[in-house]
């Protein structure tokens, strides 16, 4: 046994140098912050519908850290938005590699200059940029930006990747960065899955939580299952560096059934196109109804990613009565600090009992088209929107829709349609469909009207109903009041709300001129900064106009004063 679990180590270490080897350039970058990396986040960790695709380097809770070029490299894409990255910014390298930079706060002065430029020709905030090569230039440890809490960022940090020459993300440590890392993964979670038709554990036709226990050398022994036929397991685990305590994702668990490895994934690298695929993987409804997450060892239909580097069988175990088996699970980080898992099993076929579909009528292939209409409502789920065959509760009352619970993971999105025939025209701009959050609160979902019906795409399935937006959105002024001599302010300050559909856009003007604004959802601030030198006379008149997603808008306007720049 001693010696199946050394060459077993042995395997994964070797390959995990093999891979580190093939043609990928070491030193070539460099840390992109000043000091130590200090994760906040790894690459591949499991998040929310996607695979994380890069480092998040800890700033010191602090904006504004110089942010350096991790290469010599020409500026070939800049991108500013509310959500996601926020303001990132894309260096391509001579090497074919590109580096991402997100959730900053400001840009070196020359990009600054070439943003600010732009945004004030289109007259927006949000913006995306391909400068041509040799426009930007910039090299190794040149300031790039600064640090900050953009887009969709739960607090400051920097978001950095590398990616291929096919925009594929990889992980940064296969380049030589490295964080000082001596801890071993964590376990959370080991559950065991009957996959086959006729399979069970521990008497159930349902997946079932493994009872773990540690041992004196951090190995950790299962207790013993007694299962038939095809079964799968998953397992809940993180990662933690020396210098911060977030719990971050793994790099690699490899499996063996009686000494004979049959599953690996590793976290080197993947496409955007199959990242959503992280559904899949995970057991979605266990995450949505306990939020634990927990990945599977195991490979099933409609699941292509490419981060599975062996599989014999997809990974599933094929459990013979009365016979005994030994299955090993081995979960590492980077840095090659590892844990193992023992688990044993007792081929021992029982009887057992189906699972209650409690009344649930509807079954949706995933290889099918699939159309519901009941009263108002017209649903479409389309070939290829879930992973596997499906029962489904569809239902309608009166303006609500239940389209099942958020359980089952949608890849593609399903059409929903509301008939507005019985409503007048002039009150149809203000209606809208969304979905019901648990407190009963209706979240607007993206509306179209067409054809006399409104009709939204979505990927969570859910209560929806139609609501009605005919409040128009609140702007607050915060540092401004009319008459107010504004010369010793760097910046013009409001805040904007709306209650009910949410902020869709927003516009300026100071006597007559366009001026940019900022716009940051989470403080629901909007910026102006006057070093823009776009208000340049003594008496201002400021006008803002704010849209909701229904169309109601807000006019602010107010007089102010600075002392003039001539």
């Given at each position: 046994m001693i010696k199946s679990i050394l060459s077993f180590t042995l395997f994964i270490v070797t390959s995990t140098l093999l891979f580190s080897q093939q043609d990928i350039p070491q030193d070539y970058f460099v840390n992109p912050l000043d000091g130590q990396l200090v994760l906040a986040g790894s690459f591949g960790e499991l998040r929310s519908n996607h695979f994380h695709s890069g480092l998040d380097l800890k700033t010191q809770r602090r904006e504004g850290l110089p942010v350096y070029a991790s290469a010599a490299g020409t500026v070939t894409r800049i991108k500013i938005s509310h959500y996601g990255y926020g303001k990132a910014i894309y260096v391509t390298h001579p090497n074919g590699y590109t580096t991402v930079y997100g959730h900053l706060q400001k840009f070196c002065d020359e990009i600054e200059e070439f943003v600010k430029n732009a945004q004030y020709k289109k007259e927006s905030f949000e913006i995306e940029l391909f400068p041509k090569k040799g426009e930007l230039e910039i090299g190794q440890g040149e300031i790039l930006a600064y640090s900050g809490n953009t887009g969709s960022s739960g607090g400051p940090h920097l978001h950095f990747e590398i990616r291929d020459a096919n925009e594929r993300p990889m992980n940064p440590f296969l380049f030589g960065l490295t964080a000082k890392d001596t801890r071993k993964p964590t376990i959370n979670e080991l559950r065991a899955y009957p996959v086959g038709e006729n399979a069970s554990i521990n008497q159930n036709a349902s997946p079932v939580s493994v009872r773990l226990t540690q041992k004196p050398d951090g190995s950790y022994l299962a207790e013993n299952l007694n299962a038939y036929g095809e079964i799968g397991f998953a397992i809940g685990t993180i990662d933690q560096q020396d210098l911060a305590n977030n719990k971050n994702g793994i790099y690699a668990i490899t499996t063996a059934?009686?000494?004979?490895?049959?599953?690996?994934?590793?976290?080197?690298?993947?496409?955007?196109?199959?990242?959503?695929?992280?559904?899949?993987?995970?057991?979605?409804?266990l995450y949505k109804d306990k939020r634990k997450r927990v990945q599977k060892l195991f490979i099933e239909k409609n699941n292509p990613l490419s981060i599975y580097t062996k599989q014999v069988d997809n990974g599933v175990l094929n459990i013979g009565d009365s016979l005994s088996y030994q299955y090993q699970i081995n979960v590492r980080d980077y840095a090659g600090n590892n844990v193992i898992i023992n688990v044993p099993i007792t081929g021992k076929k029982e009887t057992i009992t189906p699972a209650d579909r409690k009344g649930i009528e509807d079954y949706v292939y995933s290889d099918q088209g699939y159309t519901y209409n009941d009263g108002k409502f017209e649903v479409y789920i389309p070939k290829g929107a879930l992973y596997e065959d499906t029962f489904l509760n569809l239902r309608t009352e009166g303006d609500k829709l239940t389209l099942h619970e958020d359980l089952v993971p949608v890849?593609?999105?399903?059409?929903?349609?509301?008939?507005?025939?019985?409503?007048?025209?002039?009150?149809?701009?203000?209606?809208?469909?969304?979905?019901?959050?648990?407190?009963?609160?209706?979240?607007?979902?993206?509306?179209?009207?067409?054809?006399?019906k409104l009709q939204i795409s979505t990927r969570i399935l859910g209560d929806y109903t139609i609501g009605k937006d005919t409040d128009s959105p609140i702007v607050k002024a915060v540092n401004i009041t009319k008459g107010k001599w504004m010369s010793k302010y760097r910046y013009l300050k409001f805040e904007i709300t709306d209650l009910t559909s949410g902020i869709k856009g927003y516009r300026a003007t100071v006597n007559g001129k366009y001026i940019l604004l900022e716009y940051d959802p989470k403080t629901k601030l909007l910026t102006h900064d006057f070093n823009d030198n776009v208000v340049t006379d003594t008496e201002n008149n400021l006008k803002l106009i704010v849209t909701d997603n229904v169309g109601n808008n807000t006019t602010f306007e107010t007089t102010f004063f600075r002392k003039s720049a001539f």
């Open positions: 059934v009686n000494g004979q490895e049959n599953f690996e994934v590793t976290m080197d690298k993947f496409s955007f196109a199959e990242t959503r695929y992280l559904n899949r993987m995970i057991d979605y409804s890849h593609k999105n399903i059409a929903i349609s509301y008939d507005l025939s019985s409503y007048n025209e002039e009150d149809r701009d203000k209606l809208y469909l969304g979905r019901i959050g648990y407190k009963g609160d209706v979240y607007y979902s993206n509306t179209r009207i067409k054809d006399n």
